[in-house]
């Protein structure tokens, strides 16, 4: 009986960090949405325009000739929250420990846990920023004058999309398995490649079809820009344990 006790008790201790997780990252998510949507809600239902993806189109919007206004700046670090808290989900519930996470001190106090998420908001900022100027210095490279614009538009509103729908499924799946249960997340990384894989061919027509790109610089240009990410990119800020 005392065994049963003690481990109650473990199990307990062991769901409490991941329970602080998923209400704080929850909030805070929801209030960077809410404000976006207060303050820009033509930029919110811009970017959460799910249909795009039936389309195969580029629509010109007003703020997707600034890429670094106001609302842009709101949603890319709202993103870089989604990411981050979805790195700290993954590196949580995974079986495949990494260094911090299998450190059971980093957990004594939220304070390990909210300077994990912080520092990987921080690198998932700026590695959405400087995707802009790897974009600009290709697209003046490959000639397609007009285009780093509008994929680093279409880039973050596919990745808002994409990652937000992610983390809400697999906080859900991770609460309907037990807080304290391990998850191996090895499908989900094959998910995460074949939504780039699909981003791929999705942003090659869609600018095939609102500019007149010679289709071979275009195709080339994605293959680059877009493989990397398969290779090196946000993958490895989220998936730490499996790469």
């Not at 949405?33 to 795009?52: C, H, K």
């Not at 499924?169 to 037990?178: E, T």
């Not at 993958?235 to 344990?241: C, D, H, Q, S, Y």
């Amino acid at each position: 009986l005392k065994e049963k006790a003690d481990f109650f008790l473990l199990d307990i201790r062991s769901s409490a960090p991941f329970s602080n997780f998923f209400l704080l990252s929850l909030l805070s998510i929801m209030a960077c949405l809410g404000l976006l949507f207060a303050a820009y809600p033509r930029v919110f239902t811009s970017f959460y325009r799910y249909s795009d993806w039936m389309r195969w189109e580029v629509k010109d919007e007003v703020w997707m000739r600034r890429p670094f206004a106001l609302p842009n700046v709101l949603v890319l670090f709202t993103l870089s929250l989604i990411t981050s808290c979805l790195a700290y989900l993954i590196g949580f519930k995974t079986s495949q420990k990494d260094e911090f996470f299998g450190n059971a001190d980093n957990f004594v106090t939220i304070w390990p846990s909210i300077l994990f998420i912080f520092s990987k908001l921080g690198l998932s900022f700026l590695l959405f920023i400087s995707r802009f100027f790897v974009y600009y210095l290709f697209t003046d490279l490959f000639k397609l004058k007009g285009l780093a614009n509008v994929h680093y538009f279409k880039s973050l509103q596919t990745n808002l999309q994409f990652f937000t729908v992610l983390f809400s499924v697999l906080c859900f799946y991770a609460v309907f398995v037990g807080l304290s249960t391990p998850i191996d997340f090895s499908s989900v990384v094959y998910v995460v490649d074949f939504y780039f894989i699909f981003r791929f061919f999705y942003f090659f027509q869609s600018f095939q079809r609102s500019f007149s790109f010679p289709r071979l610089f275009l195709f080339i240009y994605l293959l680059i820009i877009e493989g990397q990410i398969i290779l090196f990119g946000i993958k490895e800020l989220i998936f730490t344990a499996y790469i």
